[in-house]
């Protein structure tokens, strides 16, 4: 089992910035596709961004491109993601989640290709 803890979000005014980290912990493998996905009230979970261990990776949602960075923290099994120019259609609670391998590219924004979940973490954007 993989363990995801999730820390950082909270309340930002438009424009502002905020930071997420995710931590896996347990029987991690050197070979993973981690990142964030997200759920506002009413609405199906999508995809924010992930990285592929292997080759580095890094892929985004086209609503986020350009505002938000997913970065691998230094430690091992971390990732950081930066948000910035936030906007009110950006809250939502924000869910880490792990796959212990790669996921194939044209999958990787489904949720179901990711084995675990973090409990999640509230972003909210006022106007």
């Known amino acids: 089992q993989v363990q995801l803890g999730e820390s950082g979000g909270g309340l930002v005014q438009t424009g502002g910035s905020l930071g997420l980290s995710c931590a896996a912990s347990?029987?991690?493998?050197?070979?993973?596709?981690m990142g964030w996905f997200r759920q506002a009230p009413g609405k199906e979970r999508e995809f924010v961004a992930a990285i592929r261990s292997r080759g580095g990776h890094i892929y985004y949602a086209d609503s986020v491109k350009g505002r938000f960075t997913l970065s691998r923290g230094n430690a091992k099994n971390t990732v950081y993601l930066q948000m910035n120019s936030l906007k009110p259609e950006d809250t939502a609670i924000y869910y880490c989640?792990?796959?212990?391998?790669?996921?194939?590219?044209?999958?990787?924004?489904?949720?179901?290709?990711?084995?675990?979940w973090g409990q999640g973490t509230q972003v909210t954007v006022s106007s």
């Open positions: 347990g029987r991690t493998q050197n070979t993973y596709t």
């Open positions: 989640a792990r796959r212990e391998s790669s996921v194939i590219v044209s999958a990787i924004q489904s949720p179901q290709m990711y084995h675990y």
